[in-house]
Each structure stands twice: as C-alpha cells, then as structure tokens.
C-alpha cells in the first residue's frame, strides 16, 4: 500500500506537474528534471540512478511536520 505525489517544476522552481503513484507503480524522469516527493501514504520509495548522481545536486526541504 501506499501512495506519493511526484511534483515536476521548471527551470524557476514553478510547479507543472503533479503526477499520483501508487503502490507498485513507477515513474520515470529525465536527468536533469527538478522534482520533488510528497507522500500521500505511508510509503516506500526507491529512486534508480542510471547516470552519475552527484550528491550535491540534492536539495533537502522541511517538510509541514519540521523534518528534514
């Protein structure tokens, strides 16, 4: 069970998308694309780099309960 919503923003942080998945679903995403995940349910979520993912080009954001 489970469910997240993957937000997609532009170039100016400005939202495009807002794309459901649920349990046992996938999403695919270009490199490069600035996204953001949002749980709607408990969740497990597994993120598959296929090219060099370099950990500075990660942004972390409180969340609404003050974690990060």
Known sequence: ???????????????????IV?????FTLNPGVI???????????????YTPHDSNDKVVVKDRYAQH
């Open 1 to 19: 069970s489970g469910s997240i919503c993957i937000k997609i923003f532009d170039g100016g942080n400005n939202l495009i998308s807002k794309n």
């Open 22 to 26: 649920n349990a046992g679903e996938k």
């Open 35 to 49: 996204h953001q995940f949002e749980g709607i349910q408990d969740s497990i979520v597994l993120e598959y780099f």
